[in-house]
């Protein structure tokens, strides 16, 4: 056996010593660049806030898997893929766990976002479109000749009401108010019959009525009728984001009773002249949280909705799933749609034009 003299051990101690002493001192260095950092974050000025964690990783020797975990997120939020993965992966070798399961779900999402879109654009629509409040849900009229969506903006009626705007060879035209579907409650348009002469909408239009239901109005060549109550498919809950496909298939939201959590997915068949008591997609779609805004593509297999639930990069995220089978239960597992599709924030809603590569989503980014 060998023999430690004391002289042999103090020298290893001292440095223990000392490097446990150093590396507290190392991330209080680096931490008012992170709180700053934060305020940038919180304000939205995500490429200022990557300067200030990149300066508290730099004060702090590397040593703060915290900071590695804020620079992956926000290098999501500016849509940089490639520093993404880098500073992801780094916090998930310092072996730190409290955002470990987060991290390993942000990293999977990135590895599979190629295979969703080969490549996406995002651009923001015209300023004008916007207001100062909520805009949210924009749908483009079978001929494509308009964009209608929900706003909070000014107007004749409270809360949220329709609007619409043309579009020209220029581009879009001013949005003005659709008075005949709006009222002083909230309203939403989902979708369009395939003449483009049936529209199904979200609202409140009865008197008393607080529950929110689905809607259908007929378009009469010069306004839109009053919106009738789909009693059909709705329930005493909230009944919302109707989407009819090939005018035989619609999708809505829903709180009602019989689901797997707040809002779920449901589906209802239009047969012999009338809608079918609604099937709730199941619990591969569906999770003990809220999915909503369904949007059934052209090829009549493959779905897109949000959820606050299925692993995404933000609060409310984007995906996709593809019916299996003539049971409507049956999908495969949800895929997050990725970057820059989804951010770090909410992401709402997705629409795709028909035979053409653009479409509309809504997001708080």
Known sequence: MKHINRSEILPGLALLVLLTVLSPLLALQGERYALEGMEYYQRGEYKNA???YLLADKSANGSVP?????LGRLNIAVGDTTNAKLWL??????????HSTQVQN?????????KIFSQMDVKNMPKYIYSWNSDYGAILSPDQNYVYYTSLSPAKFEKENI?????????WGKPYL???????KNEALGSFSQDGKTAYLFGNFEKGKLDGDIYTSRFDGKKWAEPVNLSQVNSSQVDVHPAVYND?????SSSRNGGFGGMDIWVSEFRDGMWSLPVNLGPTINTSGNEQTPFMDYDGRTLFFASDTHPGLGGYDLFKAVKLSGDWTVWSLPENLGIPANSIRNDRAFFHSKDANTGFITTDR
């Open 178 to 184: 659709v008075e005949s579907l709006s009222s002083d």
């Open 66 to 70: 915290n900071y590695h975990y804020w």
């Open 106 to 114: 942000y990293l999977d999402i990135l590895s599979r976002q190629k």
């Open 89 to 98: 992966d780094k916090y998930l070798q310092s072996g730190e766990k409290q």
């Open 163 to 171: 609007w619409r705007a043309e579009k020209f060879d220029s581009g």
């Open 248 to 252: 035989k298939w619609m999708f809505f």
């Open 50 to 52: 990557i300067e200030q």
